[in-house]
C-alpha cells in the first residue's frame, strides 16, 4: 500500500495534464444530490428511515463500548476489538447520514467541492480502517482457537493496541492514496451527483477529461486492500476450521462455531458490498444506491446486533449493566 503514494500523485499529475484543454473552464465549485427520489413523500419515508437506523446505530454500539468498559470480565482482547469496531461504525455512519437527513429536509440538496472531497476522504478512512479491523479480529480468533495456551502472550495489550492504531493508520495511507488523485481531476461541466453522497464513481462520471489512468489506480488500491484482507481470512478460518474438526465434543465444536458465525456474517457482508462497488469501472448500475445504503447505513446498524446476539457472555454483561442502573433508579427514588 505505501508505493500507491508516489504512484497516485505522478499519475494525478497525468490526468491533469490530461484536462489541460479544459483549464480555462470554470471549476465546479460545489454539486448538487440527486438523492434516492425526487418525489418528496418518498424523501419523508427515506428521512425517518434513516433517522431510525442512525439512531439505533448510535445507540447499539454506544450500549456495546459501555457494557465493555463497565464488565471487567470483558476486558480481553476479543472484547477490546469490538468495541473498537464499534467506534468504527459510529464514525462510518456518522460520515454519510446526518448530511443526508439534512439534504432530505432541505430542497436545495448542495455540497462544496471542498466538503465532498472530505465526505470521500472520511469513507474511504473509516471503511477501509473497518476492512483491516475485521481482519485483525479473524486472526484475533485464529491466536484464540489454533493456539490457546499461547494466546495471552501473543495478544498482549501492548501487542493489541499496536495493531489495532496499525489498521487506523494504514486505513488512513489507503484514504489518500484512494482521494490524492481525485482532487486534482477537473471537473468544470456537470454538478448533479446521481447519488446522496460522494461517491466516487458517481464523482468520475462528471468529470471534464478521461479519467481512467485515476480508476485504474482506484481499482488496484482498493484490490490490494480487499484481496490482503481476504487473503488472511481465508487463510486464518482455513487454520480455524481443521483445528474446529479436531474437537472431539459436539458442544465444543459448535460453542467455537457460533463464536466465529457472527465475524463471518459481517465479513461477507463487507467483502460481498467492497468488491461489487469499488472492483469495476465507474458506470451506473441499478443496485448502487441500495447497496450503498446497505454498506454505508445498514451494515454499522447490524453490526452490534449480530456480535451481541450470538454472545452469552456480552449479553450477561448488558443484563447486569440493565439491573445496576434499575436498581440505581430505584434507591434514587427512596
Not at 472520511?122 to 482457537?145: K, N, P, Q, S, W
Request: charge should be positive.
Amino acid at each position: 500500500m505505501f508505493f500507491y503514494f508516489p504512484l497516485c500523485f505522478s499519475l494525478s499529475l497525468v490526468d491533469e495534464m490530461e484536462g489541460m484543454a479544459v483549464k480555462n473552464e470554470t471549476r465546479v465549485t460545489e454539486f448538487i444530490f440527486l438523492g434516492l427520489s425526487s418525489n418528496r413523500d418518498v424523501q419523508m419515508i427515506f428521512f425517518v428511515f434513516f433517522l431510525l437506523m442512525y439512531l439505533l446505530t448510535i445507540t447499539g454500539n454506544l450500549l456495546i463500548l459501555v457494557t465493555i468498559y463497565v464488565d471487567s470480565q470483558l476486558h480481553s482482547p476479543m472484547y477490546f476489538f469490538l468495541s473498537n469496531l464499534s467506534i468504527i461504525d459510529l464514525f462510518f455512519s456518522t460520515v454519510t447520514i446526518p448530511r443526508s437527513l439534512v439534504n432530505f429536509l432541505l430542497p436545495s440538496k448542495t455540497i462544496s467541492f471542498n466538503d465532498c472531497i472530505a465526505q470521500l476522504f472520511f469513507l474511504h478512512f473509516i471503511g477501509g480502517t473497518e476492512c483491516l479491523h475485521l481482519t485483525l479480529m479473524a486472526y484475533d480468533r485464529y491466536v484464540a482457537i489454533c493456539k490457546p495456551l499461547h494466546y495471552t502472550t501473543i495478544m498482549s495489550k501492548s501487542v493489541c493496541l499496536l495493531l489495532v492504531i496499525s489498521t487506523w493508520t494504514l486505513g488512513l495511507l489507503h484514504a489518500f492514496a484512494q482521494v490524492m488523485p481525485t482532487i486534482h481531476l477537473p471537473f468544470c461541466g456537470p454538478n448533479k451527483i446521481d447519488h446522496f453522497f460522494c461517491e466516487t464513481h458517481a464523482l468520475y462520471l462528471l468529470v471534464c477529461s478521461s479519467s481512467f489512468i485515476t480508476e485504474i489506480v482506484d481499482m488496484l488500491n482498493s484490490g490490494f486492500l480487499i484481496f490482503s484482507c481476504f487473503l488472511v481470512v481465508v487463510i486464518s478460518y482455513t487454520f480455524i476450521i481443521s483445528t474446529v474438526f479436531k474437537i472431539h465434543s459436539a458442544e465444543g465444536r459448535w460453542k467455537t462455531f457460533s463464536t466465529c458465525s457472527s465475524h463471518i456474517l459481517v465479513l461477507s457482508f463487507l467483502f460481498g458490498s467492497s468488491v461489487f462497488i469499488y472492483m469495476r469501472p465507474s458506470v451506473t448500475f441499478a443496485a448502487d444506491k441500495p447497496l450503498s445504503v446497505f454498506y454505508t447505513i445498514v451494515t454499522p446498524f447490524l453490526n452490534p446486533f449480530i456480535y451481541t446476539l450470538r454472545n452469552k457472555e456480552v449479553k450477561k454483561a448488558m443484563k447486569k449493566l440493565g439491573s445496576r442502573k434499575f436498581a440505581f433508579l430505584r434507591l434514587h427514588r427512596n
